[in-house]
């Protein structure tokens, strides 16, 4: 079945810069990656997705890219604000059970 | 905003007691999920629902089971509760197609002793 790799267990960026959460999944039929955030003591929620009809989104300072080939997604935030501290979920749907399956979160610290 | 409630928020259970989770969702979304979150390991899927009576397994599901009596509730079940099972359980919701997105609870700490 599908597995969705997050490589990043934690990420640490200074407040302005840019920071990149990489992930490879390795079902080549998956057509679905979504991004979700955690804040902590809280839920997940929706950031953004991409399809693979596509290859790059962006969503304000969110920019998701997608290499098919490569079976890897990337998540780079800009500009990056204490707000976006956070753990940080990819995940793929696999075409095996049409489910979503998540990688293992990114910690991501933005440093004043 | 979709609105998905679980209860209880925090649970301390004895080795081999039973537990149920709650889940209500008032968005009327046909799919609904039980998540467990563990360090290391993200999310992974116990038991989703494809609408009312429907229960299927996903990628973890030994020890547990699922009820859906309607569309709005999700149950997960722990028959005979073990230490394994400490984690913080999501139960999610969402539309009828897999590339929508979910909308998540607030999440169950579950305590084993």
């Known amino acids: 079945g599908e597995k969705v790799e997050q490589h990043e267990s934690t990420l640490s960026v200074r407040e302005g810069d840019s920071a990149v959460i990489n992930c490879t999944y390795t079902?080549?039929?998956?057509?679905?990656f979504p991004w979700y955030k955690q804040e902590a003591g809280k839920s997940l929620h929706f950031v953004i997705d991409?399809?693979?009809?596509?290859d790059r989104k962006q969503s304000q300072r969110l920019t998701v890219l997608l290499d098919k080939k490569a079976k890897r997604f990337s998540l780079h935030i800009t500009a990056t604000q204490p707000e976006d501290s956070a753990i940080y979920f990819c995940?793929?749907?696999?075409?095996?059970?049409?489910?979503?399956?998540f990688g293992s979160g990114t910690q991501l610290t933005v440093m004043p | 905003e979709a609105a998905v409630t679980q209860s209880p928020r925090n649970k301390v259970a004895v080795t081999g007691g039973k537990v149920t989770l709650s889940c209500n969702q008032t968005?009327?979304?046909?799919?609904m999920y039980w998540y467990r979150q563990d360090t290391g390991h993200g999310l992974r899927l116990i038991h989703y629902?494809?609408?009312?009576?429907?229960?299927e397994k996903g990628d973890i599901p030994d020890g547990y089971k699922a009820s859906r009596p309607s569309q709005e509730n999700f149950s997960l079940i722990l028959e005979l509760a073990t230490p394994s099972q400490t984690s913080v359980y999501f139960c999610?919701?969402?539309?009828?197609?897999?590339?929508?997105?979910?909308?998540f609870g607030h999440g169950t700490k579950l305590s084993v002793l």
């Open positions: 079902d080549t039929a998956s057509s679905y």
């Open positions: 999610a919701s969402g539309g009828q197609f897999s590339n929508e997105r979910l909308f």
């Open positions: 629902s494809y609408g009312a009576g429907s229960t």
């Open positions: 991409i399809r693979s009809n596509v």
């Open positions: 968005n009327n979304h046909n799919n």
């Open positions: 995940a793929a749907v696999s075409s095996g059970s049409w489910q979503l399956i």
